[in-house]
């Protein structure tokens, strides 16, 4: 399209990892060096602007304040930023992790990831955290159920556990409802859900917050590693590990694909990830 019309073209986008636009980028880079060495006009060139070029300093400073600090050089800076190693980096078990209030009357946030083995969800309660003085998002409770869980299961131990709540019951979750256990034989997960929760709290005091469809999981890690610690230091998640182990755990444990673009490895660990994979769909809606 370009060869018989003599023509150019200019690619325009953002970064979004090591990926295929990462490794056009440097080809540019390695192709314009090239023909300068040559004493040649370069077939390609780059060029790239930080945020801070164009939007106001307020704005900038507000995005500090919310974002994790790779994050940011990613948003904000045009940075392509090869996220390795621990997926959820901004968490550690000293400014994370402590003893966390349970009030009956506010809001609890139920946060379900649709596995097998394990079953999981956690429980989630917003207040002011203990080591920060900032309101936040408490991981107060969990749901473990190591071997053959289904949604059944898991919503009757949440019942057991949270069943007195005299407050509002807000659900957050996969949008696609599992495709594996319960929801081949008696409907969807979030049916199932629905069916429980209404029944023994009543449909006026639970509430579902489902996208359509799922955030980007490069997306939803860095909503979660961006409210547990942002640039200017501001911690806004919290476990407590003494009644969510399994969640803390997961934390320190999730570990992201080598050579990929900030994909989670499912494969070397399999009980990991889920838990905090639920929590992340609230994190992405709400944050």
């Known amino acids: 399209s370009l060869s018989d019309r003599l023509g150019w073209c200019d690619f325009i986008g953002v970064p979004e990892g090591r990926n295929h636009y990462y490794n056009l980028f440097e080809d540019a880079k390695n192709f314009r060096e090239e023909r300068l060495q040559k004493n040649l006009l370069p077939e390609w060139d780059t060029f790239w602007w930080p945020s801070a070029d164009i939007l106001p300093e307020s704005e900038i400073d507000a995005a500090r304040r919310h974002l994790d600090e790779l994050t940011f050089a990613q948003e904000y ?10 997926a959820y980096y901004a968490f550690d078990e000293h400014k994370h992790c402590g003893r966390l209030e349970y009030d009956p009357t506010r809001p609890l946030l139920f946060c379900f990831d649709f596995n097998v083995s394990p079953g999981v969800a956690a429980v989630v309660q917003e207040q002011i955290m203990p080591k920060a003085e900032l309101w936040g998002s408490g991981v107060i409770g969990e749901v473990w159920i190591p071997r ?46 629905k069916q429980k929760l209404w029944h023994h709290f009543g449909n006026s005091r639970v509430f579902f917050k489902i996208p359509p469809a799922n955030p980007r999981e490069r997306d939803r890690v860095n909503s979660v590693n961006s409210r547990l610690l942002s640039m200017t230091g501001e911690v806004r998640m919290m476990v407590d590990p003494s009644k969510a182990p399994h969640t803390k755990i997961d934390f320190d ?4 694909t080598e050579g990929g673009s900030g994909e989670i490895d499912k494969d070397s660990d399999p009980e990991l990830s889920h838990i905090t994979d639920g929590i992340g769909y609230y994190v992405y809606r709400e944050y």
């Open 77 to 86: 800076e045009a940075s392509f930023i090869n996220f390795a190693g621990q």
């Open 253 to 256: 444990g999730v570990r992201l």
């Open 148 to 193: 053959n869980s289904n949604t059944v299961r898991i919503c009757d131990r949440l019942i057991q556990d949270w069943g007195n709540h005299q407050g509002k019951i807000i659900c957050y979750g996969d949008s696609t409802g599992g495709a594996k256990g319960t929801a081949k034989i008696l409907g969807s997960d979030w049916q199932l859900i």
